[in-house]
C-alpha cells in the first residue's frame, strides 16, 4: 500500500505558524486526516478533510489549524497558526481505511 509522506515540520516559537504537507497518490479519491501524537500520549486525530474539502476539527485546533488540499498535487495542507507548547508532536496524515502510516514529522514550539 503506498505510504503517505508528511514534511513542513520543524522548530518554532510559541505564537507561530507552520504548513505542513502529506502527499501520497491515491489521495485524491480518498477523506484525509491529520493525527499527532504527543510525547507520552497516544495518537489522536485533530483534522479531517473530504474529498469534496469539507473540514472538520478537534475543538483544541479548530480556531488555528486550517486543512486545504490540492488534488492535483496529490497533497493536504495542514495550516497551523498561534502555534502552543502543547501542539508539540509528532503529525501524521493518511485516509482511516489505509494500514500503512507515514513517517511524521516533527512539530516542536519552544522558546
Known amino acids: 500500500q503506498v505510504q503517505p509522506v508528511e514534511s513542513g515540520g520543524g522548530l518554532v516559537q510559541p505564537g507561530g505558524a507552520l504548513r505542513l504537507s502529506c502527499a501520497a497518490s491515491?489521495?485524491?479519491?480518498?477523506?484525509v486526516t491529520w493525527f499527532r501524537q504527543a510525547p507520552g500520549k497516544q495518537r489522536e486525530v485533530i483534522a479531517t478533510?473530504?474529498?469534496?474539502?469539507?473540514?472538520d476539527y478537534i475543538d483544541d485546533v479548530k480556531d488555528r489549524f486550517t486543512v486545504s488540499r490540492d488534488n492535483a498535487k496529490n497533497t493536504v495542507y495542514l495550516h497551523m497558526y498561534n502555534l502552543k507548547p502543547e501542539d508539540t508532536a509528532v503529525y501524521y496524515c493518511?485516509?482511516?481505511?489505509?494500514?500503512?502510516w507515514g513517517r511524521g514529522t516533527q512539530v516542536t514550539v519552544s522558546s
Open positions: 493518511k485516509p482511516l481505511t489505509w494500514a500503512t
Open positions: 478533510i473530504t474529498k469534496r474539502h469539507v473540514t
Open positions: 491515491g489521495f485524491p479519491t480518498n477523506d
